[in-house]
């Protein structure tokens, strides 16, 4: 079963950041948090994932609480092509994934 | 790098026969593969871990009987739902990982199979 809780949708503006957040109140100390996205019809897209620090790559930022009980994905720069379901995922049980409802980001003109 | 494709992108078949998925991943060794299966307007749902020259493990509530999984080599995985019926129409997904190349358990997903059973 999924170890995460999203809210089911969000806006955002064109050319703002959009912040998408995650609890995973019940994450091990060694379990890693993954973000992916799904445009309709095709496979989850990687964007990126951490363990205790933030991390940034070309495509995002992901911001993890102290505690890890909480993660924020942020876009900097949003733009229509970022409409999505956005998957965040708390990796265990070996590398199983359980996927959650995810968040449908809807960026808007 | 890091590209998984899967043959076909959509089938059609009739109630009672039986259709073949395939996953490959194209630039690296797959030492795990994972399929998974997504209904309308649902999240993915795992169904199965195969690791290269094992049996797969599958999820609760999922027959392995009816969901064949091979995983015969590092670049190649086969799903092959039997004797399909309509309920089994979805979108089919696999995903891949090697621990060895890509540290932290990445998984890269392919595009999905798209079944419609008549």
């Known amino acids: 079963d999924a170890k995460t809780t999203q809210p089911p949708s969000m806006d955002c503006a064109e050319g703002r950041a959009a912040n998408l957040p995650c609890n995973h109140s019940?994450?091990?100390?060694?379990?890693?948090v993954y973000w992916y996205r799904q445009i309709h019809s095709q496979g989850p897209q990687y964007i990126i994932h951490?363990?205790?620090n933030n991390e940034t790559n070309e495509m995002a930022s992901l911001i993890i609480t102290e505690d890890r009980k909480s993660s924020t994905l942020i876009l900097p720069h949003a733009t229509l092509r970022d409409t999505a379901v956005y998957y965040c995922i708390v990796q265990y049980n070996f590398n199983k994934f359980y996927f959650g409802s995810g968040t449908k980001l809807n960026v808007k003109p | 790098g890091a590209v998984v494709s899967q043959h076909p992108s959509r089938v059609i078949c009739k109630s009672g026969t039986s259709v073949k998925i395939e996953c490959r991943s194209l630039d690296f060794q797959a030492t795990t593969m994972f399929w998974y299966r997504q209904f309308p307007k649902q999240s993915l749902m795992l169904m199965a871990t195969s690791n290269e020259g094992s049996k797969a493990t599958y999820e609760q509530g999922v027959e392995k009987d009816k969901f064949l999984i091979n995983h015969a080599s590092l670049t190649l995985s086969t799903l092959t739902v039997t004797s399909a019926h309509p309920e089994d129409s979805s979108f089919y997904i696999c995903s891949a990982a090697d621990r060895g190349r890509f540290t932290n358990n990445e998984q890269f997903f392919g595009p999905g199979t798209r079944l419609t059973v008549l």
């Open positions: 019940t994450i091990s100390g060694n379990e890693y």
């Open positions: 951490g363990l205790k």
